[in-house]
Every structure is written in structure tokens, then in C-alpha cells.
């Protein structure tokens, strides 16, 4: 496709300007009009004409998704059209990317795309969940429904992550300012203290020396101290996105008490919740597993359910292979065999979700609980020390004039 830099009047006359990706001229005029514009000039852009374009707006939240579909399905039920709702919904939401993807999505629609084909065009921004039960709704003519099960699901993630990341926010918060206040008192205090100590004849004690010379190394070093720091954490980064560091902190959250708690009952709570939209939708098993599988974080629950729907594949029931892998507990399990038997394996699943989303905030306030002792501790030995150092030449100098 080529690109073409256009000015256009839109539909309340103000003029704009913009770039534009068609096959031809004439295609670009025609996806102009489509979005209620009236071209004035259209010209074709070279690599050098052509416009930078960087979008520095962010990808859309669940939050974001979740409002976008409940107001979708407040307007199918008004009796308003699918193309109409995909264009109001692109006026009125703030996001742009999300904007710009409801823009193209309608375009493909008057194409004769189906909405969840259309939606697929843009992976970045439609998690594949909501792409796959738009599909099942087309095919059972319930798509309110379906978007209904998607924007229930996608506010109960919203709402989970938001509390998570408010759990976060105290621990951070302090680290942050330990850090700031350790290089403060390293840059400005520690080596005022040595100087004066130092015209004083005194002798420094042992802390004090220790405090003095990560002084002078921060001081005289610094150039190598941030660049090296600064590789390491892009180190951890890069690491952490490979199949090995994947499993190494996979394990680690598993493994680390603080954490385990609170992993295992988000997987269960996130692959029960899904897996009960998916199939209240019509979406099949194999495929609702499937979907699960790249929707959780850690990368042992998603090897253990890949290989649920390799089993599943071969006849076996879904409560066997997650019993045999070891991760989920036992409610999981139990509760998919007890709803299997029954044949209503989404009710069950559905409650399954609302316990373990209740465990997960429990999680998430035993972690909070946990953790304040541990960074008192940080915080009492970070401080201590630099008081320490700062306190022992005083006291021994104190100790001299006594003796004399």
C-alpha cells in the first residue's frame, strides 16, 4: 500500500491534515469519505515527503476495552447499526490508538468484513479473547451477549490489576525514597563529615571508612556506576523475555512465599473467569483452553495448559490434566470434575471465578501485611548505617577529649 498526505474538511468544516495508506489515489478519496471527510487535494508521499507520524499514546487498558464494549451493547440494543456504533464509539472514546482502530474496523466492515475478522486486523489492540467470543456471538446471532461476557470480563481484570498496582505503590514509593536519601547523604553529607574529621586529625572508625569510600566511589565513579547499573537492569529485562528467564522467574513466583499465594490464585482465578466466558459464548473447549493459554502470565500455567488441550484433544476431561500438572489447587479441579459430571461445567467455573477472585484480594492484602515489616527492616538497616557512620567519629572523638 502506498501513502498519500491529504488536506479534507471534516463534518463540522474544520480543515485537516493528514497521511493516509490505500492502494491507489481514488481508494484513498473513498477511505476519506467513508470517515465523513471531503478531500481537497490528495498527493502521493516519497520517503522523504512523507510525514512522521510518531504516536506516543498508549495501548488501551481492559478498562479502556471493557467501557467500549458495554457501550456497544447498550447501542446494538437501541436498535442502532453496527456501522454506526463502530463509528460513535470512535468519536467518543479518548484513547487513540483505540480510536484509530475502531476508525479502520468500520472501514473493514463496510468492506464486508465480519466485526470479530475486522477486529483481528489490529492483535495489538483487541486481546484475542474478545476477537474469538465477537466470532462465536456473529455465529449465534448474540453478539450483545457475547460483548456483555467480554466487558464483565475484561472490568474484572481491570479492577485486579488496578488493585494490584495499588498494593505496589507503598513498597515502591519507599524504596524510591531510601535510594534518594542514601545518595544524598553519600554525595553531600558523608564527605563534608570526613573532611572535617579528617583537619581534626581524628581517626575514622571502621563504618565510617566503609561509608567514606563508596562515598568517593560514587563521587569520583559515578560515570560508571550509572552506565553499569543501567546495563544490568536492561540485562534482567532482556533475560526475563527469553523461554529461559521466563521459567527462571516463573519458578521464582512460585517458589517465593510472598508471592506463591498470590500467583496461584490470580491463575486460577484469570483460567476459571475466562474459560467461563469463552464457553457461555459457544466458543469450544479445545479452542476456549487454547485461549487461555495466551491469555495467563506465567509460563508454567501456560505449558500446563497447552498440554490440558493436547489431552483434551484425545477425549480426556479438562479436570485431569490440570490435577496432573500440579499447580492449580485442588478446588480448581474438584470443581471442573463435580461440573463435568453434571454437564454445567460453565456454572461451575463461574463460581469457581468468584471465590478465587476474592481470594486473590485476600492475596493481595496478606502480601501488603507481609511486606511492611520487611521494608521497616530495609529501611531501619539502609538509615541505621548511615547514621552509624555518621554518629561514630562524634562518639569517638567525644571519647579523646574524656581520656585527655
Given at each position: 500500500m502506498a501513502a498519500f498526505g491529504y488536506v479534507a474538511v471534516d463534518k463540522s468544516g474544520k480543515e485537516v491534515k493528514g497521511t493516509i495508506e490505500a492502494d491507489n489515489l481514488e481508494s484513498?478519496?473513498?477511505?476519506?469519505?467513508?470517515k465523513d471527510m471531503t478531500p481537497i487535494s490528495i498527493k502521493?508521499?516519497?520517503?522523504?515527503?512523507?510525514?512522521?507520524?510518531?504516536?506516543?499514546?498508549?495501548?488501551?487498558?481492559?478498562?479502556?476495552?471493557?467501557?467500549?464494549?458495554?457501550?456497544?451493547?447498550?447501542?446494538?440494543?437501541?436498535?442502532?447499526?453496527?456501522?454506526?456504533?463502530?463509528?460513535?464509539?470512535?468519536?467518543?472514546?479518548?484513547?487513540q490508538k483505540l480510536r484509530a482502530a475502531l476508525e479502520q474496523t468500520k472501514i473493514d466492515v463496510e468492506r464486508g468484513d465480519s466485526l470479530a475478522g475486522?477486529?483481528?486486523?489490529?492483535?495489538n489492540i483487541f486481546p484475542e479473547i474478545m476477537i474469538n467470543m465477537v466470532s462465536a456471538g456473529e455465529a449465534s446471532g448474540n453478539l450483545d451477549v457475547a460483548l456483555e461476557r467480554?466487558?464483565?470480563q475484561l472490568e474484572r481484570s481491570a479492577r485486579t490489576q488496578a488493585m494490584i498496582k495499588k498494593a505496589m505503590i507503598y513498597p515502591i514509593a519507599v524504596c524510591?525514597?531510601?535510594?534518594?536519601?542514601?545518595?544524598?547523604?553519600?554525595?553531600?553529607?558523608?564527605?563534608?563529615?570526613?573532611?572535617?574529621?579528617?583537619?581534626?586529625?581524628?581517626?575514622?572508625?571502621?563504618?565510617?571508612?566503609?561509608?567514606?569510600?563508596?562515598?568517593?566511589?560514587?563521587?569520583?565513579?559515578?560515570?560508571?556506576?550509572?552506565?553499569?547499573?543501567?546495563?544490568?537492569?536492561?540485562?534482567?529485562?532482556?533475560?526475563?523475555?527469553t523461554d529461559s528467564g521466563k521459567h527462571f522467574f516463573g519458578k521464582l513466583a512460585l517458589k517465593v512465599p510472598i508471592l506463591s499465594n498470590m500467583t496461584i490464585k490470580s491463575a486460577s482465578s484469570l483460567t476459571a473467569r475466562t474459560l467461563s466466558t469463552l464457553l457461555g459464548s459457544g466458543v469450544p473447549l479445545i479452542e476456549a483452553v487454547d485461549i487461555v493459554s495466551g491469555v495467563v502470565g506465567n509460563v508454567y500455567f501456560k505449558e500446563a495448559l497447552k498440554a490440558a488441550k493436547e489431552e483434551i484433544t484425545i477425549g480426556m476431561p479438562l479436570s485431569r490434566p490440570l490435577e496432573e500438572c500440579g499447580l492449580f489447587p485442588p478446588m480448581v479441579y474438584h470443581m471442573i470434575r463435580i461440573g463435568e459430571e453434571a454437564g454445567n461445567t460453565e456454572e461451575m467455573l463461574d463460581k469457581l471465578a468468584d471465590y478465587y477472585?476474592?481470594?486473590?484480594?485476600?492475596?493481595?492484602?496478606?502480601?501488603?501485611?507481609?511486606?511492611?515489616?520487611?521494608?521497616?527492616?530495609?529501611?531501619?538497616?539502609?538509615?541505621?548505617?548511615?547514621?552509624?557512620?555518621?554518629?561514630?567519629?562524634?562518639?569517638?572523638?567525644?571519647?579523646?577529649?574524656?581520656?585527655?
Open positions: 484513498a478519496r473513498q477511505d476519506l469519505k467513508r502521493a508521499q516519497g520517503a522523504l515527503s512523507k510525514d512522521i507520524n510518531v504516536d506516543f499514546s498508549k495501548k488501551p487498558s481492559n478498562r479502556d476495552l471493557g467501557v467500549m464494549c458495554r457501550q456497544f451493547v447498550s447501542m446494538q440494543r437501541a436498535g442502532v447499526t453496527m456501522l454506526e456504533c463502530l463509528k460513535m464509539l470512535s468519536e467518543q472514546t479518548e484513547n475486522a477486529m483481528g486486523n489490529h492483535p467480554v466487558s464483565s524510591v525514597v531510601a535510594i534518594v536519601v542514601s545518595i544524598v547523604m553519600l554525595v553531600v553529607v558523608i564527605p563534608g563529615y570526613s573532611a572535617m574529621f579528617e583537619d581534626l586529625g581524628t581517626e575514622l572508625p571502621g563504618i565510617t571508612k566503609l561509608y567514606v569510600a563508596m562515598s568517593d566511589a560514587l563521587i569520583n565513579y559515578w560515570f560508571i556506576i550509572a552506565p553499569v547499573v543501567a546495563g544490568i537492569v536492561f540485562a534482567i529485562l532482556a533475560y526475563s523475555k477472585d476474592e481470594e486473590v484480594e485476600m492475596a493481595v492484602a496478606s502480601m501488603m501485611a507481609a511486606m511492611e515489616p520487611m521494608i521497616i527492616v530495609v529501611l531501619a538497616v539502609v538509615v541505621g548505617g548511615l547514621v552509624a557512620a555518621c554518629m561514630a567519629p562524634m562518639l569517638t572523638m567525644y571519647q579523646a577529649l574524656e581520656s585527655v
